[in-house]
């Protein structure tokens, strides 16, 4: 069974520290990795991928990919309230196949 | 708006009756996904069109749940004889590009109830 896990939380930082959300997955076929932000009542939205061992930055998110430990990281810099949703963190194997989602972290920002 | 659109977005219904919710792509889109999300889970997929062609449907899919997409442009998603436990959000999603890269664009969601 491939999977995909995370912490469901809830992680609660205050406003202005970083927040970090951590994934694993157990497939090591995985070629590509998204992260999706939730917010309550509505649609996954993307927010980052990756598919290059190390770090990509956008603005105050960066994602770290580790396939060796098979681990996935979404840092959020400056946390601020508007941040607080559910992260779905998402990995694709290639070759058409579905992707495999976690049950995702919810965040909460704290003014 | 050029993004994905679903329509209804909220719908109430009594068990047993049926329901259709339709979903309209970004145009250039040849992928097109239904999946289901319940609180505090992933998205489930159900099912998944390129064009016209439906080439996977879930497993975990019981015989009430139909889709088409009759002309690779919109798809419908068909529950017959509802039941309390399909109360979720349905979720579409479409991909295109000539390689899939695994990103999905979705819509805003329809929200089923039964009661």
């Known amino acids: 069974q491939k999977e995909v896990e995370q912490n469901s939380g809830p992680l609660s930082v205050p406003e202005g520290a970083i927040a970090s959300l951590n994934c694993t997955y157990s497939?090591?076929?995985?070629?590509?990795f998204f992260w999706y932000r939730q917010y309550s009542g509505k649609s996954p939205e993307l927010i980052m991928f990756?598919?290059s061992n190390g770090d990509k930055e956008d603005g105050r998110f960066t994602a770290q990919l580790n396939k060796a430990s098979q681990y996935v990281s979404l840092l959020i810099r400056d946390s601020q309230p508007s941040d607080s949703a559910t992260y779905l963190c998402?990995?694709?194997?290639?070759?058409?196949?579905?992707?495999?989602w976690g049950l995702g972290t919810s965040l909460a920002v704290n003014p | 708006d050029t993004g994905v659109s679903q329509d209804p977005r909220h719908k109430i219904t009594k068990r047993g009756q049926n329901v259709t919710f339709r979903c309209d792509p970004i145009?250039?889109?040849?992928?097109l996904y239904w999946y289901r999300q319940t609180l505090g889970q992933g998205p489930e997929f159900l099912t998944y069109?390129?064009?016209?062609?439906?080439?996977?449907k879930s497993r975990l899919l019981s015989d009430r749940f139909s889709a088409e997409r009759p002309k690779g442009s919109f798809s419908t998603l068909e529950i017959q004889r509802t039941e309390q436990g399909d109360s979720a959000m349905y979720l579409c999603?479409?991909?295109?590009?000539?390689?899939?890269?695994?990103?999905?664009?979705f819509g805003e969601g329809s929200r089923l109830t039964v009661l």
């Open positions: 999603a479409s991909a295109g590009g000539p390689i899939y890269t695994g990103e999905l664009f």
């Open positions: 145009s250039e889109h040849n992928r």
């Open positions: 069109f390129q064009n016209e062609a439906q080439l996977e």
């Open positions: 497939d090591r076929g995985s070629q590509s």
């Open positions: 990756i598919y």
């Open positions: 998402a990995a694709y194997a290639g070759n058409n196949r579905k992707l495999i």
